[in-house]
């Protein structure tokens, strides 16, 4: 079959346009941010030697010009900021109490329904499950395999093996595990490794990703799975930053291994853990492409995420999937708080 250029022209031109854009806006950054910035450091440096060559005093800084010279490269944050953040927060919060079309207010229908619905209580539930289970699981074995594998042979080559699953995406990882849980027909050749190992022990295979409330549990595998990894790096840095004194201190005063965990290791990491939790806390309440990929949400392994963008796009209750929406962010709000506030007492102590 040959390439027919003429028929595919207008791609190429739209690829032309693109790459044409992307340099004008790469090299706009970087005359703002670079060539700019050096002009005006280059002029007071001038006028600077000039003052000083003449006997003048020297020219002072004009407060005025510098807070709009900061404005200036502010400005194009607090624009995107506006436009992707702020506007799009205040309309869904709107439309939450707004009905499917969003042209009559309901008042807080659609939040009533959330709390009186089954499935939407299922979705709940899973939710509450996920954010219990995955940032304690996930960071008990980032730290298990941190401790571990702290000093020990080839501690590089086994950081990077368990540290790799965050290089896959949430959507590449989900297709890897649902082919761990494939099933196939009683008597076939089973391809799922999970039911090969059931089949080996002389045990029937099952549909895994089809029975509540294992299949939510499954999927959590997934997300541990990914995120140990994370957890491991973290925390493995604040072993390592534990000062060598106190550590040495503690071993001759006689303490065991296991003391030496919980009374040394664990005070000295408790910042480093309280980052992991909190981190993998947030990453689980937006949890969307492991149950969108895996199971679509069928099987009561729906989550709020997944939940609120079946019923603003699939359904077209955006009334109902802003509602969800603006739960999910009152959700995110008191871990973002207590985060902050750790942050404000470490840097203050």
């Known amino acids: ?27 706009g950054l970087l005359l703002l941010l670079d060539v700019v910035p050096a002009w005006f450091a280059r002029r007071r440096e001038e006028q600077i030697l000039a003052a000083s060559a ?14 709009v010279f900061a404005l200036f490269f502010l400005l194009p944050t607090l624009l995107l900021l506006t436009i992707g953040l702020v506007v799009p927060a205040i309309r869904t919060t709107l439309l939450s109490f707004m009905n499917a079309s969003g042209n009559d207010w309901v008042g807080l229908r ?6 009186s619905e089954d499935s939407i209580v299922r979705v709940l539930i899973n939710t509450l499950i996920w954010v219990l289970l995955v940032p304690l699981v996930a960071t008990s074995f980032g730290l298990l395999y941190a401790v571990m594998v702290d000093k020990a042979r080839l501690e590089a080559v086994a950081k990077s093996l368990i540290f790799l699953p965050m ?5 590449g990882a989900s297709i890897i595990w649902k082919f761990v849980y494939a099933y196939r027909g009683e008597g076939q050749e089973q391809i799922g490794l999970l039911n090969q190992i059931v089949v080996s022990l002389g045990g029937e295979p099952r549909q895994w990703l089809l029975d509540s409330p294992l299949n939510t549990l499954l999927l959590i595998v997934i997300m541990v799975w990914i995120q140990a990894g994370f957890a491991m790096v973290v925390l493995s840095a604040a072993i390592k930053a534990i000062p060598a004194d106190i550590v040495e201190a503690a071993r001759l005063d006689g303490v065991t291994p296991w003391q ?9 990491i408790r910042p480093a853990l309280i980052v992991v939790v909190v981190t993998l806390s947030i990453a689980t309440l937006k949890v969307f492409d492991i149950v969108r990929t895996s199971t679509n949400g069928n099987y009561d392994t729906s989550v709020i995420a997944n939940e609120m963008y ?11 999937g802003s509602a969800l929406a603006v739960f999910l962010f009152i959700l995110v709000i008191p871990i973002v708080i207590y985060q ?3 942050l404000r007492q470490q840097r203050e102590g």
């Not at 027919?4 to 090299?27: C, I, R, T, W």
């Not at 290089?167 to 959507?171: C, H, K, L, Y």
């Not at 030496?260 to 000295?268: D, L, N, Y």
């Open 1 to 27: 079959m040959e390439f027919d250029f003429a028929a595919e022209q207008p791609k190429f031109l739209m690829l032309m346009y693109g790459l044409v854009a992307f340099v004008a806006v790469v090299g």
């Open 54 to 67: 003449s006997g003048a005093p020297l020219p002072r800084r004009r407060k005025a010009r510098e807070g």
């Open 110 to 115: 659609n939040y009533g329904w959330m709390f």
């Open 167 to 171: 290089a896959i995406s949430f959507v």
């Open 260 to 268: 030496m965990f919980w009374q040394i290791t664990m005070p000295s």
């Open 310 to 320: 079946n019923q603003a796009f699939r359904y077209g209750q955006n009334g109902q």
């Open 340 to 342: 902050i506030r750790n």
